[in-house]
């Protein structure tokens, strides 16, 4: 699955010394027989439980050019916005036609889905305001369905409304492996030339037990969230 791309986000990492990860690296490098290379966030988390974002790219494709932490207030007074705030990443890519954007990557707490989902505007305000561009693509499991964001929800959504942003994931897909129906998982593209570079129709979910016609338990074991992804057209 992984070697299908050139830039993946891995949520829910939880592996302090990298162990897993670099036998990940090594499997995939030795598999696919292309270059990929790793950027990882610190543990990230209020409590004692925490969670890495993991970006796996390959090094012949793009280039990371910059990346820090979003700034979302004191975690010790339990004033800050995100249970995991964002490491975002702002990518080199030669041969796609925009050739630098940002990613912005989130696992959003449940039960705070849709307050962090908005406070993804502040975010992209941020991003603007440090590097100069909402060439931004805001991605992961947002949590952003069923019972963790209803329908009265989305209208006080700042970043559903914002006209510069497409919302790529529709609300009616299923990125669930499991019996559940739920578009947990969403591709927000910002930005007038990050827009025109998405190929039409590129956006969707990779049901990979349905590609690999695997049985539920063995694609639970894979994930419990099917991947979503997107294409950018080639220069």
Same mark, same amino acid.
């Given at each position: 699955?992984?070697?299908?791309?050139?830039?993946?986000?891995?949520?829910?990492?939880?592996?302090?010394?990298?162990?897993?990860?670099?036998?990940?690296?090594?499997?995939?490098?030795?598999?696919?027989?292309?270059?990929?290379?790793?950027?990882?966030?610190?543990?990230?988390?209020?409590?004692?439980?925490?969670?890495?974002?993991?970006?796996?790219?390959?090094?012949?494709?793009?280039?990371?050019?910059?990346?820090?932490?979003?700034?979302?207030?004191?975690?010790?007074?339990?004033?800050?916005?995100?249970?995991?705030?964002?490491?975002?990443?702002?990518?080199?890519?030669?041969?796609?036609?925009?050739?630098?954007?940002?990613?912005?990557?989130?696992?959003?707490?449940?039960?705070?889905? +849709?307050?962090?989902?908005? $406070?993804?505007? /502040?975010?992209?305000? *941020?991003? &603007?305001?440090?590097? =100069? %561009?909402?060439?931004?693509?805001?991605?992961?499991?947002?949590?952003?369905?069923?019972?963790?964001?209803?329908?009265?929800?989305?209208?006080?959504?700042?970043?559903?409304?914002?006209?510069?942003?497409?919302?790529?994931?529709?609300?009616? +897909?299923?990125?669930?492996? $499991?019996?559940? /129906?739920?578009?947990? *998982?969403? &591709?927000?593209?910002? =930005? %007038?030339?990050?827009?025109?570079?998405?190929?039409?129709?590129?956006?969707?979910?990779?049901?990979?037990?349905?590609?690999?016609?695997?049985?539920?338990?063995?694609?639970?074991?894979?994930?419990?969230?099917?991947?979503?992804?997107?294409?950018?057209?080639?220069?």
């Amino acid at each position: 699955i992984l070697s299908e791309y050139d830039i993946i986000l891995v949520q829910e990492v939880r592996d302090a010394d990298l162990s897993a990860v670099n036998e990940l690296m090594a499997q995939l490098n030795s598999a696919s027989g292309q270059p990929y290379s790793f950027l990882v966030s610190i543990p990230l988390g209020r409590t004692s439980y925490k969670e890495q974002y993991l970006f796996i790219y390959r090094s012949d494709m793009v280039s990371v050019l910059e990346s820090y932490y979003y700034d979302d207030g004191c975690e010790p007074c339990g004033t800050d916005t995100f249970s995991r705030e964002p490491f975002i990443v702002k990518f080199s890519s030669p041969t796609t036609q925009l050739q630098e954007f940002v990613l912005v990557p989130l696992h959003s707490e449940p039960s705070n889905a +849709a307050q962090e989902i908005d $406070a993804l505007y /502040d975010v992209y305000t *941020d991003v &603007i305001d440090k590097w =100069g %561009t909402n060439d931004i693509l805001f991605l992961g499991d947002f949590n952003a369905d069923c019972s963790y964001v209803t329908s009265s929800q989305w209208p006080s959504i700042r970043l559903r409304s914002l006209r510069t942003c497409e919302w790529l994931i529709p609300d009616s +897909a299923d990125t669930t492996v $499991a019996d559940t /129906d739920c578009a947990y *998982d969403r &591709i927000v593209a910002c =930005g %007038t030339a990050l827009r025109q570079d998405i190929d039409p129709g590129s956006a969707t979910v990779n049901n990979f037990e349905e590609k690999f016609h695997l049985q539920s338990k063995d694609a639970l074991a894979v994930s419990d969230h099917f991947p979503v992804e997107v294409t950018l057209k080639a220069r």
